[in-house]
DNA sequence: ATTGTCTTTGTGAGCGCTACCATGATGCCC
DNA sequence: GGGCATCATGGTAGCGCTCACAAAGACAAT
């Protein structure tokens, strides 16, 4: 046999090899089959008779076969390149939004870039960066998702954008939100079948679409239990603590006050929680205490908050999936009437919340 | 000319390439010299003239040209795979260390995985798993970088491991983290500098080492003041709103309670700030109350926390650097005294602090 | 038996880059 | 000036995979 001529190639390779992985054509080898049909099984794409790919698939399992994701991407060049593009690097939900979407994007063979904006900064800037990197499509997570100027900006660079958390669709965009209203209602029905009959509300800011929705579904379900929406027990807040703090006082300060209090965020709640501890009405007994968001304030403070939990993770999935989906194959989609996916919430009942004694 | 044989390799390679990028070998033909060079001087490895430097530099910036990561990790196969192993998505600093993991790893020319490890799990199917995909160190944060059980099942399975936040050095493995005495000290002098005299300390936990390193710094601080330290003034909690809470209530129920109050973590000073409240006491008028790790909880309360910061994205950083600098050439590291980086914290002064009048 | 259509599998080339060696150019010593 | 080390640069051969296309096999219709 001609083992020397054999041998030459493989002494160099192994030089330069990295790591002492099995390649595709180790699999193919095994198997007794092409390079290339162990390269269907893998990516599962076309017709093979089962009895290839259970050679096959037994083949990558002895070996322990994992594709090299380097020399796909190069062969291939289908992946697509999608960025996140975030505001501030330490928002409460951005870990858990970063893993949703890096793993996604693994699944879907997509390259996930980072990228960070500032509020100051030129759009037309962030464009170029992305553009500079090849970037197809962006994943924009609230808040940044409601700049409409930046929305708009990144379409005109050519980018398709995925908004994540997002209260309402806008055009031109794909949107993955939960359904604030929907949640909201589900919030006040869990205080009112405690017993709860006086639900003080705390808004948050009009300047926020969201804040009417919630505001929205906390009125619907007291209507749905025929009971009539009193302005007195409505306040409004700016999503801050302090301004928890003082719509609680003034909700309190009532003549009929109320005996749970439903705030359209976390840490309005915390700041409803302290007002009520300075007034010496112990949570929940003497008044019950809800928020919305689920962020780390909800398990902080004493007593844990009842919190609507926001399908975090899920809606980076689904948008990065949406994404692809849309980069792959844009005629799929009526040009102007994307997808808005509205996913569902929970309601976490904690210890801020209790049956209303009267 | 034979444009017909030249052209015809052009032509399907065109129908194959993605995006419309220039490679390397369009950076060389326009500033006249080989793709070898162009590679060196991208890559800025060996000894090349001040003029190819420069064509080519040019050549780059006229054509925009930015390297193919897949071909490059393809054809050098000496890039590093790490995992940043972490247990709980949602946790606070988690998005700031993955950001500056992440980032710094794309510049080191590493990749970065990630993967999730349950306190109940087995170590060693960590440990395959993370063989499977041919990871060669772990980048393994708080509060998981202080389980001997796992650093060592991790080295044993021949994987470097960089601790990040780690309260001390641990044997067999690069540690990254603050020096929280020389913290804890700069946040009681800082009590000091505004009059306080007679200061509450809330200490953590004695299971972490990292309490009594607090309270040392405490200390430390009050005796270069020539103060005695009074045990009366100590109260321990477990790192939790609640015990925050009780903490500062025992401290605050003395004969002769304090100005203010240092607690080892924000969520209790957070909680100490609600006893405050409770107790009708205002802070920081009557009250000082600052906290450590500057958390979101920091700014959630109101008034905001002075608190410490610990430089989170420096830590990932430098963990991420030493990591692969360890891989890159382990000879280059004593091996059973393995680096121990110890950053530079932050003061943040914000509203909950303030001059001590008498 | 021959032709055609369909499906499954194989072949060869090349994705963009870098490791390795070979080349020519320069300087330096004896 | 021949030999030697030293430098900058070029040529070649892949890295592991997937693409386009070709070939081979299976089956029905002619």
Same mark, same amino acid.
């Given at each position: 046999m001609n083992n020397g001529i054999q041998e030459e190639p493989r002494g160099r390779r192994a030089r330069r090899r990295g790591g002492p992985g099995p390649t595709l054509a180790d699999v193919a080898r095994l198997a007794g089959v092409s390079p290339m049909t162990v390269s269907r099984v893998v990516n599962d794409s076309a017709r093979i008779t089962q009895a290839s790919r259970d050679k096959v698939e037994q083949a990558i399992r002895d070996l322990g076969y994992v594709p090299n994701q380097a020399a796909r991407s190069l062969a291939g060049a289908r992946q697509h390149r999608l960025a996140l593009v975030y =505001?501030? *690097?330490? #928002? &409460?939900f951005l870990s858990e939004l970063l893993l949703g979407c890096l793993e996604q994007a693994g699944e879907c063979d997509a390259v996930l870039l980072l990228e960070s904006f500032r509020a100051d900064e030129e759009v037309t800037d962030l464009v170029a960066r992305l553009q500079r990197h090849r970037v197809e499509g962006v994943l924009l997570p609230a808040p940044l998702c409601d700049d409409s100027t930046l929305v708009d900006g990144l379409a005109a660079g050519h980018l398709a954008v995925a908004r994540i958390a997002a209260t309402q669709a806008m055009a031109g965009a794909l949107s993955v939100g939960m359904d604030d209203e929907a949640a909201a209602r589900d919030m006040t029905s869990h205080l009112l079948a405690l017993g709860h009959r006086r639900i003080g509300f705390i808004a948050g800011s009009d300047r926020f679409p969201m804040s009417a929705r919630r505001r929205a579904g906390f009125c619907r379900a007291l209507q749905q239990a025929n009971l009539a929406a009193d302005p007195a027990m409505i306040a409004t807040g700016d999503y801050t603590f302090r301004s928890g703090m003082e719509a609680a006082q003034a909700l309190l300060a009532? #003549?009929? *006050? *109320?005996s749970a209090i439903f705030a359209s965020n976390d840490d309005m709640a915390a700041g409803a929680m302290a007002t009520a501890h300075r007034l010496g009405? =112990?949570?929940?007994?003497a008044l019950s205490i809800c928020g919305f968001d689920d962020t780390a304030m909800a398990r902080a403070v004493w007593p844990e908050l009842t919190t609507v939990r926001q399908p975090v993770s899920n809606m980076a999935r689904e948008a990065t999936i949406l994404l692809v989906r849309y980069l792959a194959s *844009? &005629? =799929?989609?009526a040009s102007h009437d994307l997808p808005d996916l509205r996913l569902g919430h929970e309601i976490v009942v904690r210890a801020s919340t209790t049956r209303h004694v009267t």
């Open positions: =505001e501030n *690097p330490s #928002a &409460a009532s #003549a009929n *006050p *109320p009405l =112990e949570v929940p007994r *844009p &005629a =799929e989609f």
